[in-house]
């Protein structure tokens, strides 16, 4: 847009009526040098109420109009000039402008900061050309979903040869394979994506599948990544071999079942833990003589118009799935064993408003700080709710302010289903806020569920028949399709992969059904072997995965620099330093609201154990993926 645009005053107002002052007033500080715009009495508050953040971060209206005017009279100064580049900021004069949005915070998170907001996400500072140039050093990674990416990325920008296997015949992950009807996220798509390619042009807040994919796709492009993937291989083992201290691959082309072998210094697993399908152990399950199929296996052969469709599970895919399917099947049966949480969340759906994406694209810099916000509110706001509180003891909840959460949300579901006192009594979780996967909704959830057309079943499933499921109380419910929204293996990390380390020792063994790393990345007796969104490395309170998946990035592009400045043949991690890694982990673990026991979900393995998530603050973990405690690693310098 030209400076002389005489509609750019008209746009303007109107954006920035609708824009969040807590981001918007930093952006323009940032961009314009003018920081009389962070007044304390314009200072927003962010710390989130139970349901999310307060309007405006709770400034009054006298205030929210001063923010406005001042911030239009600004960004037109800015425009008239010409539209001038955004002043050289030093880290500690960054600060003062992040400080606006957090309020004071511990000097610790600066680099944090800087980082997510963009501004200092420089990849490595060295390449193997610098620092051991006549090595001969190759990497495999096994997987190009997203933290498959950005770990090809820090390895091309460090000049170190890599390959990157993967089984699907496009990059994407997940979000690949997970095409069906109303696949979107549950999370700010502005924080799911790489600090260090940050997007201005998202058309909603919690963007649909495609655009998600797109995303991934285009970035494999702009950074030429795709003559480094190989697509259509899948790897189904890898061994130690220590005597020439490298790995071996045995990789399967999907497409004609040949098997080869491939060889590597190093191998990076980014095979993530939502990849492989879990279906329920009923009796007569391969029975069904109709269409049945998993959600993240959608059979798109199969028109689903006028038929009768059972959904079985309601956790996150079929929260989705079925007020999609419900506009074109003759009869949704949708079978429940326990109700999900519901965060009302009104713009779910929406997209975002075109004042906010008309900032976004003619603001430069403004996306940065929108995201910065998201991503403050998320990295520790929330963790509050899920603490909990040894002393208190009202059940259904684990603490006064997961108590305070459980009461929001309970009213929202009695307001959503105040004509439905039959559908109420099924829908309120007994279980605490967080101690399972929080859906999203915007009143769709709730006016599905009241469709003449959409039974909510409540009783277990005890056996499948030829035509249909049997509930425990006898009734058979005779049905044309059954879709599977059953979730994930996600405790079985690497399954079937065979990963055999230093003795012959097999990694599924060692583990033993309870999968551990140090950092989440390493494990003792597998040396040069890293795993990316490995155990206790998901996330619930603490933010963005992508942020975990670029700090694990972070971790291993560090022990690789490590290694190579020791110029020594492999990295190993010390068995007790994994042991003291999961005292306080499995300590922390028990502290949370996900961690209680008596509440079944993926998050835990077969015993009970919090396998999955990451139970401490975000900031301890951003600081120990710095680099390798050298006191945890044992390095092999033998020739």
Known sequence: MSHDDPNFDEQLRSAVHVAELPSLL?????????????????????????????????????QQELGRTLAMRALRDWHRAGRPAAPDYRPEDLRVLMEFVTGPVDTDYLSLFLGQLGVDVNGPDWTLEDVR??????????????????????????????????????VGGVWLEN?????????????????????????????????????????????????????????????FDEDARIWRLTVRDTADGSVSTIEAHAVISAVGQLNRPAFPATPGLESFTGDAWHTARWNHDVDLNGKRVAVVGTGASSFQVVPEIAEAAEAVVLFQRTPPWIM????????????????????????????????????????????????????????????????????????????????????????????????????RWA????????????????????????????????VDVIIYGTGFRASEFLVPMDVVGRGGANLHDVWGGEARANVGVTVPGFPNFFLLYGPNTNLVVNGSIVLFSEAEVDYVMACLRTLFDADARTI??????????????????????????????WYKSSSGRVSQNWPLSTLEFWQRTRGPDPSEYVLDRTV
Request: negative net charge; charged residues 25%; contains cysteine.
């Open 344 to 443: 009302p969340t009104p713009n779910y759906h929406a997209e975002l408003a075109p004042g906010l994406r008309w900032l976004l694209r003619e603001i430069p810099g403004y996306h940065r700080w929108f995201r910065f916000l998201q991503f403050w509110v998320g990295v520790e706001g929330r963790r509050r709710y899920a603490l909990v509180d040894p002393a208190w003891d009202k059940p259904g909840s684990v603490s006064e302010d997961n108590h305070a959460l459980r009461c929001a949300l309970e009213e929202y579901l009695e307001r959503e289903f105040a004509d439905r006192p039959d559908l109420l009594a099924h829908v309120v979780p007994d279980y605490p806020p967080y101690a399972k996967r929080m859906l999203r909704d915007d009143g």
């Open 572 to 601: 190993d991690c010390r068995p007790e330093a994994l042991e003291r890694f999961y005292e306080r982990v499995d300590a922390a673990s028990a502290a949370m609201a996900f961690g209680v026991e008596g509440v079944h979900s």
């Open 179 to 239: 095409d069906y009807p109303g696949c979107q996220l549950d999370t700010s798509n502005f924080c799911y994506s790489y600090s260090f390619a940050q997007h201005a042009g998202w058309r909603y807040q919690y963007s649909r599948r495609d655009s998600i994919l797109e995303y991934f796709r285009d970035f494999a492009e702009a950074q030429s990544l795709r003559h480094h993937i190989r697509f259509g291989s899948e790897v189904s083992a890898a061994r």
């Open 26 to 62: 930093p952006a323009v500080a940032y961009l314009t040098g003018d920081h009389t715009l962070l007044r304390e009495d314009l200072r927003p508050g962010v710390h989130p109420t139970p349901l999310g953040l307060e309007p405006q971060g709770g400034l009054s209206s006298e």
């Open 133 to 170: 140039p006549d090595r001969e050093f190759r990497v495999v990674v096994i997987g190009a979903g997203m933290s498959g990416l950005a770990a090809a990325h820090r390895l091309d920008e460090a000049g170190v040869p890599f390959t990157v296997l993967e089984r699907n015949a496009d």
């Open 447 to 478: 006016s599905t569920l009241k469709r003449d057309d959409v039974e909510l079943v409540t009783e277990s499933i005890t056996a499948i028949t030829p035509q249909g499921l049997v509930t425990a109380n006898g009734s058979h419910h005779e």
